[in-house]
């Protein structure tokens, strides 16, 4: 019974992803029925992940081990579904495989719970495996549109070839240790010029995976072509179960090899921050700026990493749940107001705030999130990350890093000032979400208020962040 | 007293200006809210000077601590000295006036005020707050609230100068976030705590590299040249109420923050860096000063005398005796009220004859006598006539700034000094043609003089600046403790 209460958030989400498939064959009922029923099932799933939190334990001779924080991250990953879920109402109502883009969406988010919670690199990379090819499906969702096609390919190419140089790293790192257990690696890890190449071929996987520059040229094609549900859960979930993966790797698997990747990180998120920045400085389709700014976001979780210990961890998740609120939220407008009438671009945002005071306020918390505006979440959130790279005593990333915010300020204020200052003869017209959406928006704005202003999110996650 | 109270008050009353249905509804709850302020600073003034006169020396008073991020070593912890008392009863009277003078906002009301009572919110915290996090954030919370004022409700290039302005403070506190950082982890006690900081010895070495940042960084915000550039721009563009708000409390938030992080917590780079800054200043005194000159719209005069003006706070600052950081602050009060009076003026004078252009402009005091009669007062004040506050504060910056006997100090001091004649050229200059003369335009003759809200928030100010100026002792007995204490742990010069 207490090896299946370890596995509990994979059965939950498999049982979900089991009645989906039921309900597929069935085939009767309509849409908004459907979805009433995934939402309360995602409800559920949710709710299932909150119960027995602190169990921990392993599983499979210490190939799938959970605790506490690992809990945590889970539940993490399954609200941002579930805000997903409610967010894309309108866009999934009208869509005729409905139930296919929840058994995908839930299998990837399955594989990414098996992936951080792995103990050794064969469950990893099946998981990795698990939690990205189904996402390359939900890419083309947009059946009718040849740039989804395209981003769904380029999705697939991009993930195969950095599994494929993910999977080489691993193969040397075994060639050169003879083991695959995270636990056992850092004993017999020499620092073999062969050992820090196999690491940096894993590292380089990583870093496609999160799109750190120079690996991050996939990104905006990918998102600006995908369906805007599907570009929030790339960008917001599954960047966050790489980051969680990537710092049960880094601090324990690699920790004997901490010289070498903190120089790494060190010069990858001053590149990150920097390109993303710049980029997205003249992006004008606010898919594309997300995407963006996402990166350069990734940047700042570099940071946070590059600290170590407790303080690495505990800011780099709760980065992550400030990141899913915020940035979900920014995602939920912008797929308001493109359900409703087609526009993406900041030009056409123009004189949203005449027609849509309410929509525009939330899409201006979540971007003043995005920029760490006081008294906003992200504030407190970048403010920790750059808390835990000071640390270190390296003032030369931390003064890049404040500089930066200036630069990423300059594009979510630009943003604003279409929403709040500029005049339009047509502002899009008023737009009256559903219920579902509301509930999806009012979380985001909620959690990004009290997330932050309330200090025990945080102190909770400190008191999880050991390894 | 709960100094709690000075940030739960403006919160209150935001919410309830969001909550609130017309726009009648949230100017008497930013009206009264801000009334409530002013008395609850008062009252502050006086219990904080009763537990002095019963003999309680404690550094800080009215503390409060509550753990915050208990991780991280974050406290809330609030807590007022005499500068601070000072700094926030320049708040509140500056508030109540931009509440009132902002009566007569029609569009988006209810924002308009939110966002004024937001940023409010923010300075009221930044006064009181004793724990650099806590600090930090209401220092960007007033940030954001300039931003949108200016582009929603501002004139002219407002959108450039909003963005100007935002990006520039940014700048400014993104600075000040690496120092503190710095001081968080090489102060070797991981706190934020100023005051148990300002105890411990940080490395000489340290200092060395992040004082000019916290200093720079706070700077911005006070106009330090060569970064003052946001200041003409953003006044001037700006609502009434927010050129009283910028130029009157924002301005000041960089000259506490250089005086009570900067200097009070790195003083051996003070010391070290005061050539620097004293140069700077005096750049900033006569080079604003000479720029007014050349102005012709009366926000950029103001705006361009408040660079010069604020220089006076920076040179007081690193002129580092102990009379002179006391005029640095008063300097900050004065200039806080004198100006925030002159924009209220000059947006009186515009939303009546639409035109800020000196030379557009006539005879003014024979239609409307009592706005005159204000501009003439603030423009006194401006040049530093005794009886108002801008002389005493001036006088006590050069007379501390004389007690350095050194060569530098005293050329810096004259050169200082001799912006007061340039003052003099242009606010005469620029009150003459405003007020006397010949009526240029008939159209003047159909105006109507000030209204009740007008009448009210220029009396407000009018008050300020005359209680400093006929009775400065209060103040400088206020300031002087505060002002020991910071002089206490600067080095003493070696005179050879």
Partial sequence: MNELLLMKSELAVTAVIFILLFIKISDTTSNETVLKIVNALLVLNVAAGFCCMDVTGELFSGMFKTNALIAFEKNMLNIGTLLISLLSYEWLRNHRHLPEFFVLMLSSLLGMFFMISSGNFLIFYLGLELSTIPVAALCNFDMEKRQSSEAAMKMIMSSAFSSGILLFGISMMYGTTGTISFAELPMLLTGSPLQIFSFILLFTGFAFKLSVVPFHLWTADVYEGSPIAVTSFLSVISKGSIVFIFLTTLYKAFAPMGEVWYNLIFLLSVATMIVGNLFALRQQNMKRFLAFSSIAQVGFILIGISGGGQNGISSSVYFMLVYIFSNLGAFGAVQLISSFSGKETIDSYKGLYQTNPLLSWVLTISLFSLAGIPPTAGFFGKFFLLASGAEKGNYILITIAALNMIVSLYYYLRVVRAIFMEKNEQPIAAIEGSMYEKAGLLICVIGIIAVGLYSHFYEYIYSLSIF | ?496
């Fill in chain 2, 1 to 496: 007293m709960n100094l709690s109270l000075l940030i739960i008050i403006p919160l209150a009353a935001a919410i309830a200006v969001l909550l609130s249905r017309n726009g009648q509804q949230v100017k008497w709850i930013s009206f009264l809210a801000s009334l409530a302020q002013l008395g609850l600073s008062l009252f502050l003034l006086s219990a904080f000077m009763s537990e002095r006169a019963n003999g309680n020396v404690s550094q800080m008073l009215f503390e409060q601590r509550y753990s915050w991020f208990a991780p991280l070593n974050i406290e809330y912890y609030i807590g007022v000295d005499g500068i601070s008392i000072s700094m926030i009863l320049l708040t509140a009277f500056v508030v109540l006036a931009g509440v009132l003078m902002s009566w007569n906002v029609e569009k988006m009301t209810k924002e308009f005020y939110f966002l004024l009572l937001l940023l409010s919110l923010g300075a009221y915290g930044f006064f009181i707050s004793l724990d650099l996090f806590t600090l930090f954030f209401f220092l960007e919370i007033a940030v954001i609230p300039k931003y949108l004022l200016i582009g929603i409700w501002g004139s002219g290039n407002k959108e450039y100068s909003a963005n100007k302005l935002a990006l520039m403070l940014m700048g400014g506190s993104a600075l000040v976030l690496v120092g503190i950082f710095a001081i968080y982890f090489m102060s070797g006690i991981h706190s934020f705590d100023m005051v148990k900081l300002s105890q411990v010895h940080i490395a000489i070495e340290v200092q060395k590299i992040f004082f000019p940042m916290l200093f720079v960084g706070f700077g911005v915000f006070t106009a330090i040249f060569p970064f003052h550039t946001w200041v003409p721009d953003g006044h001037s563009s700006a609502p009434t109420a927010g050129s009283m708000f910028l130029a009157g409390i924002s301005m000041k938030l960089g000259g506490y923050g250089c005086l009570r992080v900067a200097t009070y917590l790195m003083p051996e780079a003070a010391k070290e860096y005061a050539p620097i800054i004293i140069i700077l200043a005096s750049i900033a005194i006569l080079y604003g000063a000479f720029a007014t000159m050349m102005q012709k719209d009366l926000k950029y005069i103001n705006a361009y005398s408040s660079v010069s003006h604020c220089g006076f706070v920076l040179l007081g600052i690193g002129m580092l005796t102990k009379t002179s950081i006391e005029g640095a602050v008063m300097q900050m009060v004065s200039h806080g009220l004198m100006t925030a009076l002159f924009f209220a003026v000059i947006g009186m004078i515009y939303e009546r004859t639409h035109t800020r252009k000196v030379e557009e402009l006539g005879g003014l005091l024979k239609i409307m006598p009592f706005v005159c009669t204000v501009l003439f007062i603030v423009g006194l004040c401006s040049l530093g006539l005794p009886g108002f506050s801008g002389f005493v504060a001036e006088m006590t910056v050069f007379m501390g700034s004389w007690q350095n006997p050194e060569m530098f100090y005293r050329v810096a001091t004259i050169a200082a000094c001799m912006s007061i004649v340039v003052t003099a050229v242009y606010i005469l200059r620029a009150v003459g043609k405003t007020a006397m003369g010949p009526i240029t335009n008939e159209h003047f003759l159909h105006l109507k003089d000030a209204a009740w809200n007008e009448r009210l928030a220029a009396i407000v100010l009018v008050l300020g600046i005359v209680a400093i100026g006929i009775a400065p002792f209060w103040l400088s007995d206020l300031i002087a403790p505060g002002a020991e204490l910071i002089m206490s742990k600067i080095p003493t010069v070696i005179i050879n």
